[in-house]
């Protein structure tokens, strides 16, 4: 086979395996794209303000109610006497129509209503869980932006690569073509060439297809058409976490994580709802001012207008249940039901967060080493490469070694491209875990992009 086959096929080689330069979006442009347009946290804020609007409507049962009330009637066809509101006989005649007015106003004041307090007490709680809820959607969107931006990197590299490929074995296909045709080449020559080129086509095919839907999945978050994106430097920065320890990781997760807090004030939330629904077999005091004043006229006696003086009233109400048919037992049931089901969900939380901190934790350290092994493998399949070809090009190797050679490369070329992206992408994981991720963590994964 001819030496000038031999020299095309590393020339196109090479251009999948040298990072291009490039200018576009960064990290922090989509972040604050997904700030404004994600629905998932939006949603969450939105859930956050509905919680929240529960204490003030809590505590008005607590604060004085105050109503008014005027009623205007008149009554046609009377007959015998209309008596006015002092139960003086105004009319003993027949037909006209008489006209009542009644104005009446009512001010209370709750003074005991244990339950009444517990429930606002509950609605307290419940808001503040529904806070740590929210936060913690948005340290969630910091994961989620830059998986989706790293997604679409690795997705880009790994299409880079294939592409690189496939125009290499379209050149080898088309000269074992000629080749064949020329009679300088077999038929096997020609097929297997071609059996090559297809397969490295197919693969193509389908990282063309992940790197749409890579950029889909980030527009997904930010609202907005992906563009070009800035890439990850070559030299990161291979730091173990700070502290040095998993304990002491998974103890933040359980003072910091916004999910165990959630949950403890779901919790809290209970206990209050319990003590509201027993308090419903306790005693209420009401204090009240009621003021009335009723008047009336009839047009069968003009002149007979009687108006009744105003009347308040002061007093104190005192209510106290006996029976409601088992309401008040079942709804303390119920909220102690609801209790056990928040505390063994607040249980799964801690032993997750606890998981996920130790497994995160032991990723980034591992990471290091592997991050540095998938370079080494690189540079190994490299030299495995250029050795294969140089045995081709005088006959020692088959074309099918050199085949797997450049396979080889193509799949630690690609598991070095997700390591360094996992490496990073494992350090906002294993703050997320221990609930100390911000967005000062982002701006931190900015800077390693060119």
Excluded at 128 to 140: E, F, K
Excluded at 335 to 343: H, K, L, M, N, P
Aim: hydrophobic share 40%.
């Amino acid at each position: 086979m001819s030496s000038m086959r031999v020299k095309l096929l590393p020339l196109m080689l090479c251009l999948g395996l040298v990072s291009m330069p490039g200018h576009g979006e960064d990290l922090m442009e989509a972040y604050h794209q997904a700030l404004a347009n994600d629905p998932v946290l939006s949603t969450a804020d939105a859930a956050r303000l509905v919680v929240a609007e529960n204490v003030p409507q809590a505590r008005s049962a607590l604060l004085p109610q105050l109503s008014v009330g005027l009623s205007l009637e008149q009554i046609h066809g009377a007959n015998g006497s209309v008596t006015n509101s002092n139960g003086n006989i105004v009319d003993t005649g027949t037909g006209g129509h008489t006209r009542e007015r009644d104005l009446s106003g009512t001010l209370s004041q709750p003074i005991i209503n244990l339950s009444a307090i517990a429930s606002l007490k509950a609605a307290q709680a419940s808001r503040d869980s529904g806070d740590q809820t929210y936060q913690a959607a948005l340290q969630n969107l910091y994961v989620r932006v830059s998986a989706a931006y790293f997604n679409v990197l690795i997705a880009q590299d790994n299409l880079d690569v294939y592409n690189a490929y496939e125009d290499a074995y379209k050149q080898e296909f088309e000269q074992s073509s000629t080749r064949f045709k020329n009679g300088l080449a077999t038929a096997s020559d020609m097929t297997q060439s071609q059996a090559y080129y297809l397969y490295i086509k197919s693969q193509r095919i389908t990282a063309q297809d992940n790197l749409k839907d890579a950029r889909h999945a980030l527009e997904q978050i930010t609202g907005q058409p992906t563009g070009t994106l800035k890439k990850l430097r070559e030299d990161l920065p291979m730091q173990a976490p700070v502290p040095a320890d998993a304990k002491a990781w998974v103890d933040a997760a359980m003072q910091s994580n916004p999910v165990i807090l959630a949950g403890r004030y779901a919790v809290k939330a209970d206990e209050h709802r319990i003590s509201a629904a027993r308090a419903g077999h306790l005693p209420t005091l009401n204090a009240s001012v009621q003021y009335g004043k009723f008047g009336s006229w009839s047009s069968a006696v003009p002149g007979a207008a009687a108006y009744g003086p105003g009347v308040t009233t002061i007093g104190l109400t005192l209510s106290v249940p006996i029976f409601s048919g088992g309401l008040t037992q079942s709804q303390v049931r119920q909220a102690i039901a609801q209790r056990d089901e928040d505390e063994g969900l607040l249980e799964t939380q801690r032993r997750q967060a606890a998981r996920d901190a130790n497994n995160y934790y032991n990723l980034v350290v591992d990471g290091i080493d592997q991050v540095d092994t998938t370079r080494t493998s690189v540079d190994a399949a490299r030299k495995s490469l250029t050795s294969m070809r140089a045995g081709y090009a005088i006959g020692t190797q088959s074309l099918t070694n050199v085949v797997f050679a450049i396979q080889t490369l193509a799949n630690v070329q690609s598991e070095y491209t997700v390591v360094r992206h996992q490496f990073i992408l494992n350090k906002l994981l294993l703050k997320r875990a221990a609930g100390s991720v911000d967005v000062h963590d982002l701006e931190d994964i900015n800077k390693l992009l060119d």
